[in-house]
């Protein structure tokens, strides 16, 4: 995951192991390993339109309140299927997701549309996901 850093736009430092295993605790799912390397090496990641909620880090709580842990539970949308945990959002209310099978996330990365309620397989791992954003953008670019 380290290669892939660079293609996240960020001064955002990463999050220690015990933030990762109390986040995971709280919501009774373990992470996918690229998931929790990107986590230690940057937090609350940004990657093209889509912002990945943070894990709360005991060393900034005022800036990683509004995590993944609250918007799996508190702000959760109520007609979201029990078995996704929600790992981000564009802004619009379309939700980046992870789909949880007997307490471990998988490593593909779902689309949930809030509109219709339906779900899309993106990408089939967070790395993938973060390439393909990055070529998005940079075919964007090169249209201009």
Known sequence: MKDVRKLIHTRKLGVEESDINST???????????????????????????ILYPIKDHRN?????????RQNT??????MSKDLIAIGDDG?????????????????????YHEDTELEEY?????????????EENDDFEDE
């Open 24 to 50: 995971e605790e709280k919501l009774g799912a373990v992470f996918p390993e690229q998931y929790k390397e990107l986590f230690k090496l940057v937090n609350h990641a940004e990657i093209g339109e889509w």
């Open 61 to 69: 709580t005022k800036k990683t309140w509004d995590d993944v842990v």
């Open 74 to 79: 508190e702000v959760r949308e109520e007609n």
């Open 92 to 112: 619009s209310g379309n939700k980046l997701c992870l789909k949880v099978n007997n307490g471990i996330m998988g490593n593909e990365i779902y689309l949930w």
């Open 123 to 135: 990408a089939p791992d967070l790395k993938e996901f973060i390439i393909s954003i990055s070529e």
